[in-house]
């Protein structure tokens, strides 16, 4: 069982078509589960329209025992966030801000906090299906992203012995949420798009891949000949593309109206030939002992 991450700098290049339509290809050789990761906003079960199991996805929470509570202040200096406000005879949660990391619990001394619970989103499954999904949303207000990220995946690795390949559809951008949803993959796909945007945030990706000892390949969507410099820069500096899809307002028609795109035999070949190179490279790297 491998499991392929794909992310992208920028928001929109194409990283969700790309793994939603990997997933519903190789499903019909491989037991595939695609898991969404893209919580605040995922969309992949559009495509599929399955029915839905929910589970809560819940997260720490500190409790408060005013009783017990001297107004020492300990807990506010420590949190960085900010969620704890005390004055004399008053203190204040503001469970918002909290990011779950227990720090105060620890820092007091008065056994004033105790381990509570609270509600960051919804994990919805359907494992019965082929390609199976599994999907994290983030409750409306959360900000704990990178937490619900870290849930779905454990959902996931709970499941994975029943799989053969586990694709995660990884938020876009570069900042926690997205460095939390490669952790322990087998190989890192970047989705590039040929525009001096998608160029700019292909090699801030690029730059934090290599910092955090990544394996990555580059898979070029909506690819044309207006704007050569991102295939030039892989070339030159030695960055494997392991496939395309070109530009075609057809495929934006039909990824618009949630469908899939592997019916062109062009894209079918594409994704096969990039199914290929990943697991290539991942066997190679086994052979050689090196981890990703
Ligand atoms: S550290 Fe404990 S005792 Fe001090 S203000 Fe916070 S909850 Fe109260
Ligand atoms: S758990 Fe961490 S973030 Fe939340 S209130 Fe305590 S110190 Fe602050």
Excluded: W
Excluded at 66 to 74: D, G, N, S
Excluded at 79 to 85: H, K, N
Excluded at 186 to 201: C, K, Q, R, S, Y
Excluded at 237 to 251: D, F, M, P, R, V
């Amino acid at each position: 069982m491998y499991k392929i991450a794909f992310v992208s700098g920028k928001g929109g290049t194409g990283k969700t078509t790309v793994a939603v339509n990997l997933a519903k290809f190789l499903s019909i050789n491989i037991r595939v589960l695609l898991v969404d990761l893209d919580v605040e906003e995922p969309n992949d079960n559009i495509f599929f329209n399955y029915n839905i199991t929910t589970d809560g996805a819940f997260y720490y929470r500190p409790t408060f025992d005013l009783e017990k509570c001297t107004y020492c202040l300990e807990c506010s200096k420590k949190c960085q966030f900010g969620a704890i406000a005390v004055a004399p005879n008053f203190l204040n949660f503001f469970e918002e801000l909290c990011h779950g990391c227990t720090a105060c619990k620890y820092i007091c001394q008065y056994k004033a906090i105790s381990d509570g619970e609270r509600e960051i989103g919804k994990i919805n499954y359907n494992l019965a299906n082929s390609p199976s999904l599994i999907s994290g949303c983030l409750n409306y207000g959360s900000t704990l992203s990178t937490a619900l990220i870290r849930k779905t995946k454990e959902y996931a690795d709970r499941n994975k012995d029943n799989f053969d390949l586990l694709i995660y559809d990884c938020p876009p951008g570069n900042s926690c949420p997205a460095i939390e949803s490669i952790k322990g993959v087998d190989m890192v796909v970047i989705v590039a798009e040929p525009t001096p945007f998608g160029f700019h945030d292909f090699k801030i990706m690029e730059k934090t891949l290599k910092k955090l000892d990544k394996n990555f390949l580059i898979f070029i969507n909506k690819d044309d000949s207006s704007f050569p410099d991102l295939r030039n820069y892989c070339l030159f500096n030695n960055l494997k593309i392991i496939g395309n899809i070109k530009y075609s307002k057809n495929i934006s028609k039909q990824y618009s109206k949630g469908e899939f795109i592997i019916n062109t035999t062009e894209v079918a070949e594409q994704l096969y030939n990039a199914y290929v190179n990943i697991m290539n490279n991942i066997e190679r790297r086994i052979e050689r002992n090196i981890n990703c």
